[in-house]
């Protein structure tokens, strides 16, 4: 892939767009719909959002049983980034600065009226403020960014931002993190999993199956405003937008496209809230590896796992 980085700016003119090129063992996912040999997940939107744009037309949900489900959504490959053993916990943030950002994430069944998946684990897993991820923290994020030991943190460098969670009565996880940078060629977006069958153990969630794999975005107008803030300006370069995104696929909720609700208004560095639910098939697996990258196309410079 060519790439033109313009220093300075977010605004992403480099890229050409590709819309939901999520790619696992040759098989492609396109328009929320899963083609040969994809498992399937659902998701909604729940609460309510501080952006026009990011506003889904799917009905708001709740955590509690529903007699109608969600629409389909596919699960995409885990990229590169991922590693195994991720702590349980709430906070995930060790002292990495950036802008405040919880999440309310809400597991159900689809198969079964869309009621609360009690015990279900939620596994999350993103970059920092500059677009470096835990255990990969000489991975290059694109245009010009400070070195990673250099935002003063005493995080462990194979841990940060990296966690479970399990699920309550209600289905329902909550995680303190903060707001995520970007890298080339991504846009902003947040890893997940959903865990069903296995444990907590030893401080990790051991045994069970994957029953979906996707990520989070965040609304363009969001993003950009956050990123004028410290310590995102510090990186600068071309930030991809959720059009020109390879994993992305327009959907809105149901291409997990987070409702954010802001903490303070005209103050966006007070923080986010945000919200998604998602419907699974207990019964199914997909772990989203085997693809190789995100989308097919690994970032810039990026090596294997720190150890």
């Known amino acids: 892939m060519t790439e033109n980085h313009q ?3 977010h605004k992403d003119t480099s890229i050409t767009r590709r819309r939901a090129i999520a790619v696992t063992g040759g098989t492609v996912v396109a328009g929320g719909l899963g083609v040969a040999g994809y498992q399937t997940a659902y998701a909604e939107t729940t609460g309510t959002t501080t952006a026009t744009t990011a506003t889904a037309t799917t009905a708001s949900a709740t955590s509690t049983s ?3 489900c969600m629409q389909l959504m596919s699960s995409v490959t885990e990229g590169p980034y991922y590693l195994d053993g991720a702590l349980v916990r709430k906070d995930i943030t060790e002292g990495k600065s950036g802008v405040p950002l919880t999440l309310r994430l809400t597991v159900v069944d689809a198969t079964d009226g869309c009621t ?3 015990g279900a684990a939620v596994e999350i897993w993103h970059c920092d403020a500059w677009g470096y991820y835990s255990g990969y923290t000489t991975a290059n994020p694109g245009g010009s960014a400070p070195a990673e030991s250099e935002d003063g943190s005493t ?3 194979n841990t940060y931002l990296r966690g479970y969670q399990i699920a309550n009565a209600n289905g329902v996880v909550k995680f303190e993190t903060i707001f995520p940078g970007w890298y080339t060629p991504r846009t902003c977006h947040i890893h997940v999993k959903v865990h069903t069958g296995g444990e907590k153990e030893d401080g990790t969630y051991e045994g069970g199956k ?3 794999t996707g990520q989070l975005f965040f609304d ?6 956050i990123f004028t803030l410290e310590p995102y300006s510090q990186h600068t370069g071309s930030y991809t937008t959720l059009d020109n995104d390879m994993v992305y696929d327009g959907g809105g909720a149901v291409g997990g496209l987070l409702t954010l609700k802001a903490v303070k208004k005209a103050d966006p560095s007070r ?4 919200f998604l639910t998602f419907a699974i098939d207990p019964d199914a697996e997909n772990t989203g590896a085997g693809g190789g990258g995100e989308g097919g196309t690994p970032p810039s410079d990026a090596p294997s796992a720190s150890s």
């Not at 363009?220 to 405003?225: G, M």
């Not at 923080?271 to 945000?274: C, P």
């Open 7 to 9: 220093q300075g700016t």
């Open 155 to 157: 995080a462990n460098d």
């Open 220 to 225: 363009d107008e969001i993003a950009q405003e």
């Open 271 to 274: 923080g986010y809230k945000g």
């Open 210 to 212: 994957v029953n979906y």
């Open 66 to 68: 529903s007699s109608t």
């Open 116 to 118: 609360p998946v009690p």
